[in-house]
């Protein structure tokens, strides 16, 4: 497992953007699968954006596809999640998490063994 630190969040108007990102405490954050999950107040938690371990294979739901977006740049050891457009619906804590890694990138929470500690991200209307 790896421990994960996200960092980014905060307060941004409705239409702004946020990078959020997401790095290793030790080790190389490139050997996993990482994927981005957000969670609102009483809501379950919800998948947003993942990359593949190379970085060429990404998903995003459609519920925020065109706005999310998640990115590796691999000399920073870190994982990024590009948010635009941001509704105040998007107002949740982001998680990021890693997972074995896979040509496929995974929406289920199970398949993720190692998160963070969560960011806090809030969009005002």
């Known amino acids: 497992q790896v421990q994960l630190v996200e960092s980014g969040g905060g307060t941004v108007q409705a239409g702004g953007s946020l990078r959020l990102s997401c790095a290793p405490s030790?080790?190389?954050?490139?050997?996993?699968?990482t994927g981005w999950f957000r969670q609102a107040p009483g809501k379950e938690r919800e998948f947003v954006a993942g990359?593949?371990?190379?970085?060429?294979?990404?998903y995003s739901p459609d519920s925020v596809k065109g706005r999310f977006i998640a990115s590796r740049d691999r000399p920073k050891n870190t994982v990024f999640l590009q948010m635009n457009s941001l509704k105040p619906e998007d107002t949740a804590v982001y998680y990021c998490?890693?997972?074995?890694?896979?040509?496929?990138?995974?929406?289920?929470?199970?398949?993720?063994?190692?998160w963070g500690q969560g960011t806090q991200v809030t969009v005002s209307s």
């Open positions: 030790e080790g190389t954050i490139s050997a996993y699968n």
């Open positions: 990359i593949s371990w190379r970085g060429d294979s990404r």
């Open positions: 998490a890693a997972s074995p890694r896979s040509n496929y990138v995974s929406s289920t929470r199970g398949s993720y063994n190692s």
